[in-house]
């Protein structure tokens, strides 16, 4: 049986059973904004779903959404504090507060949204069960317990081994992972890794508001959204933009902050030493997020760890030239010097060239820029995992 959803048909095989259904185990839900997203998005495609979600304060129990009624969600209070330096009893923890309220076998699959913390459950469900899994491998994962977790190597690598699957949001997240494994490892499980991005609200994509480009206009308007973290690298963006004055009028609009280098921005904002420089508050009202990225020519950030950057998409969305660090982020996604550039983040210069580079190219990529972000829609993103679920199982 098929039944029809927008332009791409779903056959219903997944329906009908509990036995035919993925559970989700998300310790990151509560932070992340997308993920209720993504798993109305996967509903849509004809996909039933359980979402447990291990919590370490009752702030997080309210999660963020509003969740979909036909997904069932276990939002659990079972973590504290000292979880997070005491691995293996957080995994026992999980493991067994989640045996109490579903059980493994009732399910065709296991999705494990972050390596280390979810995927050593997963595999404790599959070592137990029988269940087969896969495992998102997020930046906290690279960059945090590859970095400071030599001890849970071992786990790692059972995890990789047994998963079915892994994903990626990037091709050069992907890159950098297998990098890092011994060669004989990485060479084992390179078929089994798939890229697949976060997707875009379908708001990003409604052109209700017109572009707002003046005609005769010398000064290149560059933006920045996101934190102001030292990782974010926005001292060395207002740097860059403040070279090339020397060139031609730019100008540089940061909208967000929060952080630990968000009082040293500030200091360099209040200062009045750059001019050109503006500094918004974060901004969580998308039509007004959306007006803002259009009133811009260039979209920055520098970042020097980057899992994926949603907002990279959202400024392509927009008609905007994207800035980003090689091998970080969008990296992969589309070749440099096209409708992005990649930089080196720990250079200023290299962070000019390139906002330069994509300011040259502004009246030819506009709509280059909108119609690569289409790739990005969250049905489009929906109908990968779904084949990604049927291939593994």
């Known amino acids: 049986m098929k039944c029809q959803l927008n ?9 009908g059973s509990v036995n035919k259904s993925v559970l989700h185990i998300c310790s990151g839900y509560a932070q992340q904004r997308l993920y209720p997203q993504l798993f109305a998005a996967i509903h849509d495609v004809g996909i039933p779903q359980s979402v447990y979600v291990p919590v370490r304060n009752l702030s997080e129990l309210k999660v963020p959404g509003p969740p979909r009624a036909e997904i069932n969600y276990n939002v659990r209070h079972i973590l504290r504090p000292f979880h997070r330096l005491l691995f293996r009893t957080k995994v026992h923890r999980v493991k067994h507060d989640l045996l109490k309220i579903e059980n493994p076998k009732d399910f065709k699959l296991t999705h494990a949204h972050f390596l280390y913390s979810d995927g050593a459950v997963a595999l404790r469900l599959f070592e137990q069960s029988g269940t087969p899994f896969i495992a998102a491998v997020r930046n906290t994962d690279l ?14 690598h059972r995890i990789v081994r047994s998963a079915r699957a892994l994903v990626f949001l990037s091709p050069a997240y ?3 992972f297998l990098d890092r494994l011994p060669p004989l490892l990485a060479s084992s499980i390179s078929a089994r890794c798939v890229v697949i991005p976060n997707g875009l609200d379908s708001e990003w994509f409604n052109p209700l508001i017109p572009r707002s480009d003046s005609p005769g206009n010398t000064c290149i ?10 990782n974010k690298n926005v001292l060395r963006l207002i740097e ?16 967000g902050g929060g952080g630990e280098g968000s009082a ?24 007004r997020l959306r007006n803002i990225y259009r009133e811009h020519d260039v979209f920055a950030m520098p970042s020097f760890h980057e899992t994926f950057g949603l907002v990279y998409i959202e400024a392509l969305s927009q008609g905007l030239p994207v800035v980003y660090s090689k091998g970080q982020g969008i990296d992969g996604y589309f070749p440099s010097g096209t409708i992005v550039e990649a930089i080196d983040p720990s250079s200023a210069d290299s962070i000019a060239c390139g906002i330069l580079a994509a300011a040259y190219r502004i009246d030819t990529k506009r709509e280059a820029c909108i119609s690569a972000a ?8 929906a109908v990968k995992y779904r084949e990604l679920y049927e291939s593994v199982y």
């Open 240 to 255: 860059a933009i403040d070279g090339l004055q020397k060139i031609q009028p730019f100008s540089l609009t940061l909208v």
């Open 374 to 381: 289409q790739g990005f829609s969250w049905p489009k993103v």
């Open 221 to 230: 308007r560059v933006l920045y959204a996101g934190d102001f973290s030292r």
């Open 7 to 15: 332009d791409f048909s779903i056959d219903s095989d997944w329906g």
């Open 143 to 156: 960059n945090v317990f590859m970095r400071l977790r030599p001890d849970l190597k071992w786990l790692m």
């Open 264 to 287: 040293v921005v500030d200091a360099v904002y209040n200062s009045g030493q750059f001019p050109w420089l503006t500094v918004l508050d974060r901004i969580n009202n998308p039509l």
């Open 174 to 176: 992907r890159d950098q």
